[in-house]
């Protein structure tokens, strides 16, 4: 079994997509790779079961056997973190034990999005800490798609007084004055902070204090690479990678196609034997696809002329 998810978490999380196959079944047989394929990208963790891994698409058996491989393909050699949230306790309590036997080091729990005030969301959460007892859990503050915006205040109390909140995924959008809140030193107890949004302002948010990224970015190794650099001392190289990679993950972070492109883009890479989404699903015309083509050319370019 993994050693569970803690503060130090650092580098990237990719959030993995999940692979079918073109009639829609889960392709178990593609995880292996896909697992090899972040790994070689410099990945220090992944996680599963997300916004962009078509959580909802999947049963509860289906998310335990996907779950079960993903562990096992990666043998220990990084944490795996399983997105949880539900709109009901009891199913989130079901995947989360099941996931936990088999080996992941935590989960991921956004806010449903049915509460509102400061006091509800506060309260959500020291309910999911009470429901998910001693099994650490990410924060997913995601205003864009559950609606909830949980104010750096309410966050605060939530990493001050609840042991097992260990990170936080900032996804709120502006929200760089927030992650300057949160990393005030005042704050009684560090916890990880990892950004999303697909890296949209990744060069930014490190220089803001986070420890790295959780995002399914097709290139993993922009963000591998920005975060050595930054740590390294060299935010400009940083600056420039995230340049270099910009209109690609702008184009990739469109609401309803992005997750086609970035399927698109894996199967292109190897990292998937398909490309293809489970129902409901978008699509990709042939003018998306020579937008795609025409980005990555221009990338490569650009990539190339860093190194």
């Known amino acids: 079994m993994l050693a569970a998810l803690d503060t130090s978490a650092r580098g990237l999380f990719v959030v993995s997509v999940t692979p079918f196959l073109a009639d829609g079944a889960l392709d178990l047989d593609s995880v292996a790779p896909l697992v090899e394929?972040?790994?070689?990208?410099?990945?220090?963790?992944?996680t599963i079961l997300g916004v962009m891994g078509e959580a909802p698409k999947l049963t509860l058996a289906e998310s335990v056997a996907f779950t079960r491989r993903v562990v096992d393909c990666v043998a220990g050699r990084c944490p795996v973190v399983v997105g949880a949230t539900s709109p009901g306790f009891a199913?989130?309590?079901?995947?989360?034990?099941?996931?936990?036997?088999?080996?992941?080091?935590?989960?991921?729990?956004?806010?449903?999005?049915?509460?509102?005030s400061d006091a509800s969301?506060?309260?959500?959460?020291?309910?999911?800490?009470e429901l998910l007892g001693s099994v650490p859990f990410v924060l997913q503050?995601?205003?864009?798609?559950?609606?909830?915006?949980?104010p750096t205040p309410v966050i605060r109390t939530i990493i001050e007084t609840i042991p097992t909140?260990?990170?936080?995924?900032?996804e709120d959008w502006p929200g760089l004055a927030k992650l300057t809140?949160?990393?005030?030193?005042?704050?009684?107890?560090?916890?990880?902070?990892?950004?999303?949004?697909?890296?949209?302002f990744l060069a930014e948010e490190l220089r803001r204090g986070i420890d790295g990224a959780m995002t399914g970015f097709s290139f993993p190794e922009m963000v591998t690479a920005m975060v050595a650099a930054h740590t390294a001392g060299d935010t400009a190289r940083?600056?420039?990678?995230?340049?270099?990679?910009?209109?690609l993950l702008r184009y990739e972070l469109q609401p309803g196609v992005g997750l086609a492109v970035r399927k698109y883009i894996l199967a292109?890479?190897?990292?998937?034997?398909?490309?293809?989404?489970?129902?409901?699903?978008?699509?990709?015309?042939a003018q998306d696809i020579a937008d795609v083509e025409f980005l990555l050319e221009r990338q490569a370019r650009r990539v190339a002329a860093l190194t």
């Open 37 to 46: 394929f972040y790994l070689a990208q410099g990945a220090n963790g992944l």
């Open 91 to 116: 199913a989130m309590a079901e995947l989360t034990q099941q996931a936990m036997a088999a080996g992941a080091a935590g989960v991921m729990v956004a806010a449903a999005a049915s509460v509102r």
């Open 121 to 129: 969301i506060l309260q959500y959460y020291q309910q999911v800490a």
């Open 141 to 150: 503050d995601y205003p864009p798609v559950n609606g909830v915006t949980i």
């Open 165 to 170: 909140c260990v990170m936080v995924k900032h």
């Open 181 to 200: 809140a949160l990393r005030d030193p005042s704050i009684a107890r560090r916890v990880s902070i990892m950004s999303g949004i697909n890296g949209l």
């Open 238 to 247: 940083a600056a420039d990678l995230h340049d270099a990679y910009s209109p």
């Open 268 to 285: 292109k890479r190897g990292a998937i034997g398909c490309a293809a989404q489970r129902a409901p699903r978008s699509a990709l015309s």
